[in-house]
């Protein structure tokens, strides 16, 4: 970097980072800042750091920028930084981190691409001090450049540092005020409280005492069960299309394809060939939509290292966009993602901070960038370990309102509260005849479904409000909730739905008296078929999408009346290599000429690995008229792990009617573990314990366990089931290593 006039620097640094440098000026009270001598934030003095000024086009015309890098926090009172930076109106392009990145079948052989400039060290920097404010703040103040010259005007920041303890202590977290924030204005963003005083709007920081050129390499996230069972999520700040707007990052997918909740069985991580240190992933199923004859779900995901400190790169792009060409890879508008590890005080991994700096190129030249500014894509996030460095998952609502009606009867105040993963619901129902009940189903493009059911309520009761969450825990969560309202006028169970509405986060629309489309999903592996029955009076029509990854696979589909009638029907048998894309559409009709018509519909997966020679039923799902569900749904099954160092206990909980069942297995390192369950219900609180496994007990150190709490009086079984991983201490209570807190949803 070149050098001139210290106020010549100044402005060359302000014009790349921040854009509207000196508007924001002096909008920043600073809190009342204590006289003691400061001690480290959170006792830690090395950070990696993510900060962005991100906001709407109206207020800085498309002028976000984003920089990522160390803070370097002193006894003394003074800090340092050491960061990258990108600038929207610089357009910065795309570069090859990792040239042929070979991670082997079915993950396409591509330069793995990050931002022009993070392949080397980072270029720019500032010196000041920091102090410790009223409300935990941590107040920065950067009143130097990189080489000691001072700044015209110190560039000050009010940093949050959270008081809980991650990691076992081993990592601290500073946020700006809003990056967790609940709620704001997707449309005038700003701080919730000044966060900069010069267009820094979010930031996220964690810190340890590791060293800075501590990195975890990618060969150990793949095949240490430390990281390549967990799951990294976090919060995505964005600005893209004119809006600015919370996300979540990663999923429940793990490097391994194992531990709880991954959903990406098979390892699907896969290491690059050669010297390369990079990992790459054919992750199927996502929201990636068709693209020129290409109706490819999947994702293509890269993960490299490049520089000398915590840097690691990441690319994704939408398999589709290849089109139907002989096009292997796609050099266009990939999402590329510098990133710095987060590293604890013993070394270990626990996740990234990151920016996305994604400028719109020309397809006809993915070196220039176009001035389509609404198309790029900027933000700011983490990924973290969600069990250790817990983060903050929940995302700003959109509430929508729905009524449903029969007769007299029905609820005029419905609420859908919309999050990340999930969808709140709330109302009264009202009742002046028969019986009434409120049926909400969440769902997604692919077949998930989750769905809940407020309790029966007739005529002559008081009204009564009901509330609830139906979720679903991938990313981007339902994209549609069906509520319907159920009727019966004889007094029994209301089962048919006489009044449905279909909303998604732009609103509701009244579907009238007519039946739901329940969709279904089957799967085995990381083959599935999708799809939805359309329910008439006498028959169903069905119709979806099979989609093969291994082997041959076809859907059957058979209705049944209650007298026992059924009809039948097929797709024809996919195999892997039938299809471009290894997908393949079917359709057809079961009929039931009686009155009434069918009353279920079985969707069966049959498998053969074989070749077709022979095939075997995988997986079933029951659909009535309102919904579809699979064994596991009608008993949910949970899956939990409690760790300690390199011991961890790993299992489910299955959630029955009056009772929960639970297995797993205790590995031991060091030591003696064993596992606590408390199951929670109506203030009863029943417990069981596995036996206690010591190292040297067992020829593997690793003893299965397995048992049932019985809460036979409580009607719905379990509420939670609190999982403990315990150490015994003599003479005394047991050491609680680490906890886990589950429902029939999942574990946190």
Known sequence: MEHG??????????????????????????????????????????????????????????????????????????VTTDFWAWNQRDQPIRVPAVTDANCGAPVPTCDVRT?????????????????????????????????????????????????????????????????????FDATVPGPIDQFSDYGATFGIAYGSN?????????????????????????????????VVRREGTGGDWTFSGEGAGATNSGKPWQACAG??????????????????????KNRVRYLAELGTGRQNTEEYWCESLLGTGDKTCYTYNSHPRPMLQVIDDAGRFQGWVGVEAFTHVETRDPQTATKEWSGHYWGVFDMVSESQLRPDLSEPGTVRKFRLAHGNSGVDNGTLDWGARSVTFAGTNHVVSGCR??????????????????????????DRPFSGTVTIDVPGGPNRVQVAYLVSDDGSEPSTPKYTMLCSRSGCAY?????????????????????????????????????????????????????????????????????????????????IDLPGGPSNVQVTYWVSEDGGLTYSTKETATCTRVRCYTTEERDPITEFRVAYGNSVATGRVTWLERSVSFSGNNHVVTGCRYVGLAAIASGIDRRANSSPLCVGTEADNTRPFAGTISLSEVEGGAAYVDISYLEP?????????????????GCV
């Open 275 to 296: 010297d390369a240190e990079c990992m790459g992933y054919l992750q199927p199923g996502t929201s990636c939509q068709p693209q020129g004859g290409n109706n490819s």
């Open 5 to 78: 006039t210290h106020r010549g620097v100044l402005r060359r640094c302000a014009a790349v980072l921040f854009g509207l440098l000196g508007l924001l000026a002096g909008l920043l009270v600073a809190p009342t800042v204590a006289q003691a001598a400061p001690t480290l934030p959170g006792g830690k003095a090395n950070w990696v750091v993510s900060v962005g000024g991100l906001d709407i086009p109206g207020n800085n015309n498309y002028r976000n920028w984003v920089r990522l890098g160390y803070y370097t926090f002193q006894a003394d009172g003074t």
């Open 511 to 591: 579907t009238g008296y007519q039946e739901p489309t329940p969709n279904f999903r089957v799967a085995h592996g990381q083959s599935y078929a999708v799809g939805e029955l359309n329910w008439s009076a006498r028959s169903a029509v069905f119709s979806g999408d099979n989609h093969v990854a291994s082997g041959c696979r076809y859907v059957e589909v058979i209705a049944s009346a209650p007298d026992g009638t059924t009809d039948r029907g097929t797709s024809s048998p996919l195999c892997v290599g039938m299809e471009a894309d290894n997908t393949r559409p079917f359709n057809g009709t079961v009929t």
């Open 437 to 462: 009940k409120v049926e909400i189903i969440a769902m997604t493009p692919n077949g998930l479904t989750d769905v809940a059911t407020t309790s029966k309520l007739c005529a002559g009761t008081a």
């Open 210 to 242: 590791a060293g800075m050129s501590s990195r975890v390499p990618m060969e150990q996230l793949l095949t240490d069960d430390e990281y390549s069972t967990e799951k990294y999520k976090g919060s995505f700040i964005t600005a893209n299309g004119g």
């Open 115 to 183: 931002v022009d400039g993070f392949g080397s060290r980072p270029g720019q920097g500032f010196k000041g001090t920091y102090a410790h404010a009223a409300g935990g703040r941590v107040v920065v103040t950067w009143t130097k450049d990189r080489s000691g010259a001072a700044l015209d005007d110190p560039l000050t920041e009010s940093w949050i540092l959270e008081s809980a303890q991650l990691a076992g202590g081993g990592v601290a977290r500073m946020r700006s005020s809003n990056y967790y924030a609940e709620q």
């Open 729 to 745: 201490v003599t003479g005394g209570n047991p050491r609680v290593l680490d906890t886990a807190r589950c429902t029939p949803d």
